[in-house]
């Protein structure tokens, strides 16, 4: 059973904005925190974005600060990325990721999450 579908990617010009969504079909989706991670080719899977549980609290790499918002909806059991004013760089297959507890405490490490989703291609030109 697939967990975890992403959309909203596509092919922009870069200051251009997209809106990915994620959506999960797991029971304990409103008690797990979410992520995002992204992967280009021949690159390392790398950490983006995570909102807790709740949604009080979030963490985004220096590299999108100021660009990116993670935002949940629990009743929808939904969690987003706007990504702003993309940038060449940004091109990357994203990925949602699902954290169940216990949590190691190094939530930006991909061994951190129990599921994951096919990604979502994101291409971004100049």
């Known amino acids: 059973q697939v967990r975890l579908v992403e959309s909203g990617g596509g092919s922009v010009q870069a200051g251009s904005s997209l809106n990915l969504s994620c959506a999960a079909s797991g029971r304990t989706f409103s008690t797990d925190a979410m992520g995002w991670f992204r992967q280009a080719p021949g690159q390392e899977r790398a950490f983006v974005a995570r909102?807790?549980?709740?949604?009080?609290?979030?963490y985004y790499a220096d590299s999108v600060k100021g660009r990116f918002t993670i935002s949940r909806d629990n009743a929808k059991s939904t969690v987003y990325l706007q990504m702003n004013s993309l940038k060449p760089e940004d091109t990357a297959v994203y990925y949602c990721?699902?954290?169940?507890?216990?949590?190691?405490?190094?939530?930006?490490?991909?061994?951190?999450?129990?599921?994951w989703g096919q990604g979502t291609q994101v291409t971004v030109s100049s």
């Open positions: 909102i807790v549980w709740n949604g009080a609290n979030t």
């Open positions: 990721a699902e954290d169940r507890p216990p949590y190691s405490g190094y939530w930006s490490r991909t061994d951190e999450y129990d599921y």
